[in-house]
């Protein structure tokens, strides 16, 4: 049993234990490649990778333009998650604060319980030793009172360094997805303005 609770209260920390935590390895791409800047464009379309070809071009960066809004959408989703984890750890940490005054006063609680909608229970609730914490898949555990609140803490501590590192990575992609947006709108511009060129060069052979 002890190495059982052993094994819980490290998922607990670490936060596998919850759906909404962010596990190993789930931080989307946080080395996003840094997107260069199209400065001159003649230069940039005259690479040989590149040869001139804008529509190949503006494919290849519609390509990682796609892929970097999946990843923005992603983080953006996982964010969300936490904050609404940090939240319900918050919750918990409050109420477990009441359970220990309440402790050390030796005084009930009185609350109120939901049975079904609009339909509430009242009851009076003893002063307790220990608390139940949901571990996730169905499966809560007993804790000491401190014991819990230090898990509790923990919890959310790792919560939120995962919430800052996901801020970053949506920051940084979504820099990259500007440059990109900025990139495609000079490549296609620099395009007409060729294909113009070309047209008027076409005009005057014919007429000469």
């Known amino acids: ?28 791409n946080t080395q996003i490649a840094t997107v260069e800047f199209v400065e001159d464009v003649d230069a940039f379309m005259g690479r040989p990778e590149n ?16 892929r970097m809004k999946i990843i923005e959408a992603n983080n953006v989703g996982t964010k969300r998650r936490l904050k609404n984890q940090i939240q319900e750890l918050d919750k918990s940490l409050e109420m477990l604060e009441v359970l220990k005054k309440r402790k050390s006063e030796s005084k009930e609680i009185t609350n109120h319980f939901r049975l079904a909608d609009h339909v509430y229970i009242k009851a009076r609730i003893p002063p307790v030793e220990k608390i139940g914490l949901w571990l996730g898949a169905k499966v809560m555990l007993e804790y000491d009172l401190d014991e819990g609140e230090e898990l509790l803490v923990s919890k959310k501590a790792k919560a939120e360094s995962n919430l800052k590192a996901t801020q970053d990575i949506i920051d940084n992609v979504r ?23 070309e047209k008027e060069k076409g005009k005057g052979g014919s007429g000469s």
């Open 175 to 197: 820099e990259q997805i500007t440059v990109t947006e900025v990139n495609m709108a000079r490549i296609y511009n620099w395009d007409v303005k060729r294909r113009q060129a």
């Open 51 to 66: 040869g001139s070809e804008a529509q190949i071009v503006l494919k290849r960066m519609e390509e990682t333009y796609s």
């Open 1 to 28: 049993m002890s190495e059982l609770k052993d094994k819980l209260d490290e998922s607990l920390a670490s936060g596998d234990g919850q759906p909404n935590s962010i596990k190993k390895g789930q931080l989307m």
